[in-house]
Each structure stands twice: as structure tokens, then as C-alpha cells.
Nanobody
Framework: EVQLVESGGGSVQAGGSMRLSCVAS?????MGWFRQAPGKEREGVAA???????TYADSVQGRFTISKDYAKNTLFLQMNSLTSEDTAMYYC?????????????????????WGQGTQVTVSS
């Protein structure tokens, strides 16, 4: 059983920054961040493999940075230049017990463990 605990969400004004964290209970090769706004499907935001390879959604490229502290099994998402379009529930995801992928997947069905979510609200 993998446990993922997110933190760092909250409210911020447009143009501001925020950092999300996700602590995993064990070593995980593939991890990612997803988000879901009301009335919309869950979408991939960023993903990382243990080779350090990263993948980003076009909408966040250049503004968000995903990183990982391998010693502490902790995943981060640094979000800069936030806009109201970034308002959503953000979820940490892990691919565990499945084939590892050096190209970090960005589809929700590629992950089988999820955190409880942390709300990010950006006001304009």
C-alpha cells in the first residue's frame, strides 16, 4: 500500500507563486501532478521519472517546475506566474508495482495511487 500526502495548497493572487509537496511512503520511480477544476476532467500537469526526466503540460510549461527529493521520497511542484486558469484541486500521483517508464506518463490511467488532493485557488 502506497500513501501519498500532499501539502502546500491555498489561495494566492494572480501572478503569485506557490509550492506543493507530496510525501510518498515508499520509493516510487514515476510520480506526477494532476489537477481537476470543477466540471472538467482531471488533467496531467507535470510528471517525473527517477532518471530526472520531466514532462509538462503545454499550459504550464515555463511556469511550473516539478522536482523530487529522492532521499525523502518527496515530490514538489513549484508554480510561478499563477493565473485564475490554474485554480483547481491538485493531486499527487504515483505509478507503483507497474512497469517503470523513463518517459514520465501524463495520463491519469497510467497511475494507480493518488493523494487526497490539495486545493489551489488563484484570484484575479
Amino acid at each position: 500500500e502506497v500513501q501519498l500526502v500532499e501539502s502546500g495548497g491555498g489561495s494566492v493572487q494572480a501572478g503569485g507563486s506557490m509550492r506543493l509537496s507530496c510525501v510518498a511512503s515508499t520509493y516510487i520511480y514515476n510520480m506526477g501532478w494532476f489537477r481537476q477544476a470543477p466540471g472538467k476532467e482531471r488533467e496531467g500537469v507535470a510528471a517525473i521519472s527517477n532518471t530526472g526526466t520531466t514532462t509538462y503540460a503545454d499550459s504550464v510549461q515555463g511556469r511550473f517546475t516539478i522536482s523530487k527529493d529522492y532521499a525523502k521520497n518527496t515530490l514538489f511542484l513549484q508554480m510561478n506566474s499563477l493565473t485564475s486558469e490554474d485554480t483547481a484541486m491538485y493531486y499527487c500521483a504515483a505509478r507503483f508495482g507497474l512497469a517503470a517508464s523513463n518517459i514520465p506518463p501524463m495520463r491519469a490511467f497510467d497511475y494507480n495511487y493518488w493523494g487526497q488532493g490539495t486545493q489551489v485557488t488563484v484570484s484575479s
